[in-house]
């Protein structure tokens, strides 16, 4: 009945006199002396069952944080080029980024210029970093430099270029023509929408034939384009175009890649480039609306096939 009766103070006793590596990393908590370690064992002369009971019924501190070992292989920094780092490899890793930051700087210089009132200029350094934004990844697979470094490197430059700076040259180029607020609200949109469309491509799984909405690459070539030709639109109908591009990145519809494009019978582009030759205005503002309505046509064909 006695010890039965000290059951509790034992459990008290017992955890006070553990050994000081179970306190390890715990710096505001009083330790006990080593001296002092094993007068609780000794003082009730606990057998090794009773130990055993007493420390399954002990309460363990919120205090002290559970130690997980840290393993040094996942502790090491992962390299930016997987696989041989030779000279060879390192420069063309090198040039393939060097692409990416072109494409980047040519962004800040485009919105730059549009805060100086030159939005036509502005709008051919979008254009300029459409092809750097191309031209990178081709360069990659080409040279097998491909990596997530880069991948996610082209993504932070795409959303500078064409989430930022593409805006901005739009509302450079309304200013005027529009309400402040109407093209601030669009062109918000835009900046918005391709940071949900860049985030979305990231952790989505790829399609090799289609694009699950417009890319933010292609909507900012056409609104770079539109400000670079001066489409002879009235001011709110531009506004509501750009408002719908930007839905138009975010939507599910279906888009055909341009590799895909490319391999149409050559009779389909026969129209455009004589189009083209006639009224480039028309003609490019042709093509952007029947590529725009190409996606829902394709997912109704596809809801219907399936």
Not at 9 to 17: A, P
Not at 101 to 108: E, P
Request: aromatic share 6%; charged share 15%.
């Amino acid at each position: 009945m006695r010890r039965s009766g000290t059951f509790a103070r034992q459990v008290l006793l017992v955890r006070v006199g553990r050994r000081d590596g179970d306190l390890r990393g715990a710096t505001d908590l009083a330790l006990p002396e080593h001296r002092y370690t094993d007068r609780p064992r000794r003082r009730y002369g606990l057998s090794r069952y009773e130990r055993a009971q007493v420390d399954a019924v002990v309460p363990v501190s919120p205090a002290l944080a559970p130690v997980t070992p840290v393993d040094d292989e996942t502790a090491r920094s992962i390299p930016l080029l997987p696989g041989e780092r030779t000279m060879a490899r390192r420069m063309k890793f090198a040039l393939v980024n060097a692409c990416t930051l072109a494409s980047l700087m040519l962004g800040m210089l485009a919105i730059f210029l549009a805060m100086q009132g030159e939005a036509r200029i502005a709008a051919l350094c979008l254009i300029a970093c459409v092809a750097f934004d191309g031209l990178d990844g081709a360069l990659a697979r080409k040279l097998g430099v491909a990596s997530p470094f880069g991948a996610q490197m082209d993504s932070l430059a795409d959303m500078c270029s064409f989430g930022l700076a593409a805006p901005v040259v739009v509302y450079a180029s309304l200013a005027g023509s529009v309400p402040p607020a109407a093209a601030a609200v669009a062109c918000a949109l835009v900046a918005a929408c391709a940071a949900i469309r860049l985030a979305r491509f990231n952790v989505s799984p790829k399609d090799g034939r289609f694009f699950c909405g417009v890319p933010t690459t292609m909507a900012a070539a056409v609104l770079a384009l539109t400000v670079a030709i001066g489409l002879p639109i009235p001011g709110l109908v531009l506004v509501t175009g750009v408002g719908l591009l930007a839905f138009a990145m975010v939507s599910s519809f279906p888009y055909a890649k341009l590799a895909r494009l490319v391999k149409l019978p050559p009779w389909v582009w026969l129209a455009p480039v004589v189009g083209a030759l006639v009224d480039v205005r028309v003609t490019f503002a042709l093509i952007v609306v029947g590529y725009l309505v190409s996606g829902p046509v394709l997912w109704l064909r596809q809801r219907r096939t399936a």
